[in-house]
């Protein structure tokens, strides 16, 4: 279930985004965090709201295709699936928050607007990581006869 909108911009995906950024329960601190980094944005990219770099970095870094274990006669092949909608969303929120977290040396809110902001332009750690899964799936897909 997606949460309501968060409080400043309205917008649920964010609120997700929000929660799973949460490290230990300390929700106002991930909420300030991405707020910050926000703000940021806002300042590098005067001419797009920062909610709208969000969702446009979010929806770049979804996989459209990923490799998942299947078991045929004592071999484990890598079968190339498509992705759910509802997965899709999770992974790339998880990918960005491990691309963010990865990241140190300089304040957090800082890593995560520059990480939000490579995603947006198609680059970044978030985007290499779904670039190496659509690689994992191309590489394999002499086994996607084996897919449900």
């Known amino acids: 279930m997606t949460p309501p909108g968060d409080p400043k ?7 997700k985004f929000i929660n799973v950024m949460m490290h230990d329960g300390k929700k ?3 909420r ?12 590098k990219k005067r001419d797009i709201p920062p909610a709208e ?16 274990p299947k078991r045929v006669g004592g071999a484990t ?14 992974l790339a929120m998880r990918w960005l928050r491990d691309a ?5 040396g300089r304040p957090t809110a800082e890593i995560a607007a520059e990480e939000l902001l490579n995603a947006f332009n198609g680059e970044g750690e ?11 799936a191309d590489a394999n897909k ?7």
């Open 126 to 136: 978030a985007m290499r990581k779904r670039e190496q899964v659509h690689k994992m």
């Open 9 to 15: 911009y309205g917008n649920s995906r964010l609120a």
């Open 28 to 30: 106002q601190i991930a």
């Open 32 to 43: 300030k965090l991405m707020y910050e980094a926000l703000e940021i944005i806002a300042e």
């Open 53 to 68: 770099v969000f969702e446009k970095a979010l929806e770049n870094v979804k996989p459209m295709i990923e490799v998942r």
């Open 100 to 104: 963010i977290r990865a990241r140190t």
């Open 77 to 90: 092949y890598q079968v190339p699936m498509p992705v759910s909608s509802k997965r899709r969303i999770s």
């Open 142 to 148: 002499a086994f996607a006869h084996f897919a449900r």
